[in-house]
């Protein structure tokens, strides 16, 4: 059971970055997969989730419309699910974790409920 993020850098406000979760595995076939982010000073929030099994997906308001959440595939035992960030604000800088609930707890949208983690990478967005 593992987990690996990609894909952060440094941006320019209204650029985009599109972070990759490597998901490695047979058990996550049906837990919800998450992004979550945690700002230097602040708490950790939650960002986006995607249902493993049937693709439901939610997000935080602050980044409805600007972000999107999907997954890719590859075999039953790895893949890889996606956040694709448009229009990156300052506000989004922060450093990016994926994380895994255990199988078949279903959606949802507070970190606490995330049990397996991947390290973290980091998004900085100047202005």
């Known amino acids: 059971v593992q987990l690996q993020a990609s894909g952060g850098g440094l941006v320019q406000a209204g650029g985009s970055l599109r972070l990759s979760c490597k998901v490695t595995g047979r058990a996550f076939a049906t837990s919800t997969i998450g992004w979550l982010r945690q700002a230097p000073g602040k708490e950790r929030e939650f960002v986006a989730a995607s249902r493993w099994n049937d693709g439901y997906t939610g997000y935080t308001s602050s980044v409805q419309g600007r972000f999107a959440i999907y997954r890719d595939n590859v075999d039953n035992v790895i893949n890889t699910m996606y956040l694709q960030m448009n229009s990156l604000k300052p506000e989004d800088t922060a450093t990016y974790y994926c994380?895994?609930?255990?199988?078949?707890?279903?959606?949802?949208?507070?970190?606490?409920?995330?049990?397996?983690w991947g390290q973290g990478t980091l998004v900085t967005v100047s202005s």
């Open positions: 994380a895994a609930r255990k199988p078949r707890l279903g959606y949802s949208g507070n970190g606490d409920d995330y049990t397996y």
